[in-house]
């Protein structure tokens, strides 16, 4: 094989239709948060490796693709673009008191293993909230997601919602130590609930918690549900105000009108140990991993400096093409590119003709044609190129 054609696993090249496909979409998604008021922001596809080191909450380092720069520091590829946004926050908006809106569009890089055709280069976009703690600032970024999976022509989807608090409240609860915690959690992330039943009960824990574990999976689903875990949490404060906020959330997105896209789920937990309040996932049909995600996390930004709460949300855009696809929803993509074809002899005609169309806005292609193409040939090249008309001088 020569490998100077490919591409490494877990990346690949785009072009024509889906590459068109895809900036449409992009520019689709950074509409729905400018009519927001958000604000763009860039940031380095490289960083120090301390932006995501460990004690950040982000990516395992195993994960990460690390090299170094000529100083001998390690530096990596961005995996996650929240806690370069935060980094950026706390350095340059410091003394900042008011809510700063921000989006940003941008690829990550995780190199994990390319199982199942996931990549390890991916696009994201989103939007992040900081210096606004309510439950409406939760809302807002909410009622985004759900926007951007409207806009992108997606009615089927559904946008599941859980908070950290209240997993981290039962362990409190249960003076399980950290270690244990952390086995807990794999059991939960995968739904296997009843391990870690089987562990509180090696421990002797008390019943009230092995129970809540034990139906950990009946804790998903709608207003009633979270009426119904109050009661096993009764008497765990921190747990029954981290219900509490889901129903503020959920009232305050009776106002977007999009309520109806919302599940509670207390089980869901997140790979990102910097989500302090609530975290999300949307589905759709035609996706295995989740399209959007985000959440909140009010202690990131104090690594970097800046005592500041904070909410967001990401779209995965090439999970999204995916679904898209599968579901055969098509992307309309603006059609107005001509094709003005001229002779020998007919080039100073044809300058002119494209100057005009290009001054209407129009994009115009200049081919010079002879013998060596053929009538059905150029007809197949305009289609393949998605060309709206085909002129000749």
């Given at each position: 094989m020569n490998r100077i054609l490919h591409t490494p696993e877990g990346v690949r090249d785009l072009y024509d239709r889906e590459y068109a496909e895809k900036l449409v979409l992009q520019e689709h998604l950074l509409d729905i948060l400018s009519l927001y008021g958000y604000q763009p922001i860039q940031t380095p596809d490289f960083e120090f490796f301390d932006v995501f080191g460990k004690d950040v909450g982000t990516t395992p380092s195993k994960d990460l693709f690390k090299f170094f720069d000529r100083e001998g520091n390690t530096l990596v590829l961005r995996p996650d673009i929240t806690p370069s946004i935060a980094r950026a926050a706390a350095k340059y908006f410091s003394a900042e008191k008011l809510p700063l809106r921000f989006s940003y569009l941008g690829n990550t890089y995780i190199n994990n293993s390319s199982y199942q055709g996931r990549l390890k280069e991916s696009t994201q976009i989103g939007g992040e909230l900081l210096g606004d703690d309510s439950a409406d600032a939760d809302a807002e970024i909410l009622a985004m997601t759900?926007?951007?999976?409207?806009?992108?022509?997606?009615?089927?989807?559904?946008?599941?919602?859980?908070?950290?608090?209240?997993?981290?409240?039962?362990?409190?609860?249960?003076?399980?130590?950290?270690?244990?915690?952390?086995?807990?959690?794999?059991?939960?992330?995968?739904?296997?609930?009843?391990?870690?039943?089987?562990?509180?009960?090696?421990?002797?824990?008390?019943?009230?918690?092995?129970?809540?574990?034990?139906?950990?999976?009946?804790?998903?689903?709608?207003?009633?549900?979270?009426?119904?875990?109050?009661?096993?949490?009764?008497?765990?404060?921190?747990?029954?105000?981290?219900?509490?906020?889901?129903?503020?959330?959920?009232?305050?997105?009776?106002?977007?009108?999009?309520?109806?896209?919302?599940?509670?789920?207390?089980?869901?937990?997140?790979?990102?140990?910097?989500?302090?309040?609530?975290?999300?996932?949307?589905?759709?049909?035609?996706?295995?991993?989740?399209?959007?995600?985000?959440?909140?996390?009010?202690?990131?930004?104090?690594?970097f400096g800046k005592q500041s709460p904070a909410v967001g949300f990401v779209v995965q855009v090439d999970q999204l093409l995916t679904a898209l696809s599968r579901q055969r929803i098509p992307i309309d993509i603006p059609v107005d590119r001509i094709l003005l074809l001229y002779k020998e002899g007919q080039h100073h005609e044809a300058v002119q003709e494209a100057r005009i169309l290009r001054g209407e806005g129009r994009n115009v292609v200049l081919q010079k044609i002879d013998e060596r193409f053929t009538k059905e040939e150029i007809k197949v090249y305009a289609k393949d190129r998605a060309f709206a008309k085909v002129l000749r001088i």
């Open positions: 759900i926007e951007s999976f409207l806009r992108a022509g997606i009615r089927e989807f559904q946008i599941s919602v859980g908070h950290v608090g209240f997993y981290k409240a039962i362990c409190e609860a249960a003076s399980i130590d950290a270690e244990t915690e952390e086995t807990i959690r794999d059991f939960v992330c995968t739904k296997n609930y009843y391990a870690a039943d089987e562990v509180l009960e090696q421990q002797k824990k008390d019943e009230k918690i092995c129970r809540i574990f034990r139906d950990f999976s009946t804790l998903n689903g709608g207003l009633d549900m979270l009426s119904k875990a109050r009661i096993y949490v009764e008497g765990i404060p921190a747990a029954e105000k981290a219900i509490d906020r889901l129903v503020e959330v959920y009232d305050s997105l009776k106002d977007y009108g999009c309520q109806q896209y919302i599940s509670f789920d207390l089980s869901f937990l997140s790979k990102y140990d910097y989500y302090t309040g609530i975290i999300f996932d949307g589905y759709t049909f035609g996706s295995g991993e989740a399209v959007a995600k985000g959440g909140r996390y009010d202690s990131l930004l104090s690594h």
